[in-house]
């Protein structure tokens, strides 16, 4: 997002945590930020001190504790940072005279999920059985809470984005299924599935980047918005992607069924994108297959020796194209 955002022209500033993967797509990529704080959403001195040094028109929030799991073994941990961090980004922002536009980005696992075929709209109720998915729908409340208490009086456009399963090649995260592939493959080892049926929407990591820009751009446009695939072809089961990035990978790629018990995780979950479709105009643009095939090329590529930061540019202007 913020070597797209440069390559647009604007003067990107960020808050983060050191990374915590290596290699890191951050660190790898080079960016020369105009601004490059880190810190944690819970110190709202922090963020509120980073936000009046950056002045931003407009602010992206990605920042979360972004794992099922990860949320089983430290719930209160999530809740802080997925609910008070997006509350302490939030205040940090009030009264910012140069700002226009803020993108929360939750989840798609932000709806509360009956499991049933019917695809979650933007209207439906929002919930979660875990405490990931509880912590951004939350978030999503949150979010609306200064929208119409603070935000909405000072002229701001708030609104939220709600991404299927996101892929794509540079995430070394541990704990998430096509990294969890992409490394056992390149090192000759089995994966292991946990739940090989669970069915989610999948989309290449530029489909909802390009609906972030578009939700920052447009004027008039508030409230929540879903980005998943068009139709039945990108709402696949985990078993049929692995299968996919196996046949792609080539040979010695292979997956296991793992025999651990493992926490709850949703079995079916599916989005409606009909309203960014009909009012924003967004479309989705690769298949699941391209952008699973993307996804290994930029690995093998990167693996190969290509930097990167080649290595997006490329695929960034395919995608444009």
Request: charged share 20%.
């Amino acid at each position: 997002m913020a070597l797209w955002l440069q390559q647009l022209g604007a003067r990107v500033h960020g808050y983060a945590l050191d990374p915590i993967t290596q290699p890191s797509l951050f660190e790898s990529l080079g960016l020369e930020m105009a601004g490059d704080t880190r810190g944690d959403l819970r110190d709202l001195a922090a963020l509120r001190a980073a936000a009046r040094a950056a002045e931003p028109e407009v602010v992206f929030h990605l920042a979360a504790q972004p794992l099922v799991r990860e949320s089983y073994q430290d719930p209160v941990g999530t809740f802080a940072t997925n609910v008070l961090g997006t509350a302490h980004l939030l205040e940090s922002l009030r009264g910012l005279q140069s700002l226009k536009t803020v993108v929360v980005i939750t989840t798609d696992k932000v709806y509360h999920n009956e499991e049933w075929a019917y695809p979650y709209r933007e209207s439906d109720r929002l919930g979660g059985k875990d405490p990931y998915s509880a912590s951004k729908a939350a978030a999503e409340l949150v979010t609306a809470s200064y929208r119409d208490s603070f935000l909405a009086e000072q002229g701001v456009r708030v609104v939220s984005a709600r991404a299927g399963n996101v892929i794509g090649g540079g995430d070394w995260s541990a704990d998430r299924l096509v990294p969890d592939c992409l490394r056992a493959f390149a090192q000759g080892q089995p994966v292991e599935l946990r739940y090989p049926q669970a069915v989610r929407p999948w989309q290449h990591v530029l489909e909802p980047l390009s609906g972030y820009l578009l939700l920052a751009q447009r004027e008039g446009f508030e409230g929540g918005w879903n980005f998943g695939p068009k139709g039945d072809e990108g709402h696949a089961e985990v078993g049929q992607v692995v299968e996919s990035l196996a046949r792609l990978w080539g040979e010695g790629a292979r997956a296991v069924l793992s025999t651990e018990k493992h926490p709850r995780e949703a079995g079916l979950l599916r989005l409606d994108i009909s309203k960014a479709q009909a009012e924003l105009g967004w479309q989705p643009r690769w298949s699941l297959e391209q952008a699973l095939a993307a996804t290994v090329d930029w690995q093998k590529g990167f693996l190969a020796g290509t930097s990167a930061r080649e290595l997006c540019l490329a695929q960034i202007r395919d995608f444009s194209a």
